[in-house]
């Protein structure tokens, strides 16, 4: 499958160098064509793979991952372009914190509204999944990092998209289809987005980003 990585950051290195251990094309893409980060991931994945600008891997992509940096995610995507994301799955990685203030980040929206929700409305033709946000980037494609079940969850308001992101999850990364939370619409990315601030407190005190939540429904 072409698979679209926009990011070269570490959530951006850790799909793309799995994704390409399974053997799918990918392109990683950046503000700048050749850029150092994403000739690094190159050199790591022995050059099977293809780096390139924002626009050049959204437009290769028959799915694309949005691991931007989520302050600046919708000015990446607009660098995309919306021509190259129209009608295709966005599997919407990123999260809106804001480090300006040191830490613990903040979010650059919430309560109201969400980064989930501004990218579905800013281009509304493509297929916006929040997905993977919840944890961090080594268990998203290494679930088994945390032993035992616990849970992912996803939204976005058109299903098939999210079945179809379900099962690229259990195909590419392990995630069992029974651990996958669906939330409903793009709404729901307001929570899965404002849990950072647990997140990152949890992250603190554990010690390790290897960590994630499980569901425990009563009666
Ligand atoms: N770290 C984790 O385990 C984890 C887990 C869940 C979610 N997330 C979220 O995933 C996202 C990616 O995190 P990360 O640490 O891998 O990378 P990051 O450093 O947050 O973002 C890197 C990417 O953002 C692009 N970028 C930065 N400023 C930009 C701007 N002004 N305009 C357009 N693009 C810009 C960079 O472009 P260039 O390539 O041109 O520099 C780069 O490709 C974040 O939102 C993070 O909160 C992270």
Same mark, same amino acid.
């Given at each position: 499958?072409?698979? &679209? ?20 094309? %990918? ?5 700048? &064509?050749?850029?150092?980060? $994403? =000739? ?26 949005? @691991? ?14 919306? &021509?190259?994301?129209? #009608?295709?799955?966005?599997? =919407? ?8 203030? *040191?830490? /613990?980040?903040?979010?650059?929206? @919430? ?6 929700? =501004?990218?579905?409305?800013?281009? /509304? ?11 961090? @980037?080594?268990?998203?494609?290494? /679930?088994?990092?945390? /032993? $035992? *079940?616990?849970?992912? +969850? +996803? @939204? ?17 990364? #392990? ?5 996958? %939370? ?8 307001? $929570? ?14 554990? #010690? ?6 499980? +569901?425990?429904?009563?009666?």
């Amino acid at each position: 499958m072409k698979i &679209a990585i926009l990011g070269t950051g570490m959530v951006g290195n850790a799909l793309g160098t799995k994704l390409v251990q399974i053997g799918h094309q %990918i392109m990683m893409g950046s503000r700048t &064509a050749n850029s150092d980060a $994403g =000739q690094e991931w190159l050199r790591l994945v022995c050059g099977k793979a293809q780096i390139g600008t924002f626009t050049d891997a959204a437009a290769f992509g028959e799915i694309i991952l949005d @691991c931007t940096n989520g302050a600046n995610s919708l000015a990446a995507l607009h660098q995309a372009g919306a &021509a190259n994301l129209r #009608g295709k799955i966005l599997v =919407q990685i990123s999260n809106p914190l804001d480090f300006s203030k *040191g830490m /613990p980040p903040t979010l650059t929206v @919430c309560n109201t509204d969400s980064l989930g929700e =501004q990218i579905q409305r800013e281009f /509304p033709d493509t297929r916006v999944v929040k997905a993977l946000n919840t944890v961090n @980037c080594d268990l998203m494609v290494q /679930p088994s990092l945390v /032993p $035992g *079940g616990h849970d992912l +969850i +996803i @939204c976005g308001n058109d299903a098939g998209a999210k079945r179809e992101v379900t099962a690229r999850l259990v195909e590419w990364f #392990g995630w069992k289809k029974e651990n996958i %939370i669906d939330l409903g619409d793009i709404t729901a990315s307001r $929570g899965t987005e404002m849990y950072l601030a647990l997140w990152v407190r949890l992250w603190g005190v554990l #010690g390790t980003p290897h960590f994630n939540i499980k +569901i425990v429904r009563g009666g």
